[in-house]
């Protein structure tokens, strides 16, 4: 257990829907990333957060989108859904930006578009 | 892209040690590598993380080698339960403000009974 928890764990949407992905970050971590990972790949870098505020953006297009609250739990938008965002969804959190901090991961939200 | 190659898949019978090869030989000085694994269809798990020296913890060991251009992960005595896909990473680090993993393909990692 790494005290990050995601939710919904599974999803179906049809193409064009837009559909928002939750998650709630270890107990004191205020950096959360998210990631989609298609079947059989590594996970790609969506997006980070860092105190509310976006700090880097992996090669997605503007309709994946996200916020994050001040307990520094996040969400992940995605608007406009095609067929290719079927992939499992992972958050990450960590206690900093740094780069000697392990991040954690959750369980991954498993998205369908059909 | 990924700053990591790794092999696709290793075999390892129960109770040996694997040894799990990373090269990494773009690595800059201040990046660290990180080992995290992946059980099918489950969040990657976080194994061990260093920048020079070498590392243990209550999983794994990590041998980073004097010029830092590759690495190895060691599973002491392996089980059933360490079949995973391994992935080896350079945390890149943009100055503070960012830091991502960026995951290769990693290892799948199968121990035989």
């Known amino acids: 257990e790494t005290g990050v928890t995601q939710s919904p764990t599974h999803l179906i949407k049809t193409r064009g829907q837009q559909v928002t992905l939750r998650c709630s970050s270890q107990?004191?971590?205020?950096?959360v990333s998210w990631y989609q990972q298609a079947l059989g790949q590594g996970p790609q870098f969506i997006f980070q957060?860092?105190?509310?505020?976006?700090?880097g953006r992996g090669n997605f297009p503007p309709r994946f989108s996200g916020l994050q609250f001040p307990n520094y739990s996040s969400e992940l938008n995605v608007n406009a859904l095609e067929l290719d965002d079927s992939a499992l969804y992972l958050c990450?959190?960590?206690?900093?930006?740094?780069?000697?901090?392990?991040?954690?991961f959750g369980q991954g939200t498993r998205l369908t578009v059909v | 892209d990924a700053k990591t190659t790794q092999p696709p898949s290793m075999d390892c019978a129960e109770g040996r040690a694997a040894n799990l090869p990373c090269n990494h030989s773009?690595?800059?000085?201040?990046?660290?590598v990180y080992w995290y694994r992946q059980i099918h269809s489950q969040g990657p798990q976080y194994i061990i993380h260093?920048?020079?020296n070498n590392e243990t913890n209550e999983m794994a060991s990590l041998i980073i080698t004097e010029d830092r251009k590759s690495s190895t992960l060691i599973l002491p005595h392996a089980t059933l339960r360490d079949t995973a896909v391994y992935y080896c990473?350079?945390?890149?680090?943009?100055?503070?403000?960012?830091?991502?993993?960026?995951f290769g393909t990693g290892t799948l990692l199968a121990v035989q009974p």
């Open positions: 957060y860092y105190r509310e505020e976006e700090n």
């Open positions: 990450a959190s960590s206690l900093d930006q740094a780069g000697d901090t392990e991040a954690f």
């Open positions: 260093g920048l020079k």
């Open positions: 990473i350079v945390r890149v680090n943009y100055g503070g403000a960012t830091n991502k993993l960026i």
């Open positions: 773009t690595i800059s000085g201040n990046e660290y």
């Open positions: 107990s004191g971590h205020n950096t």
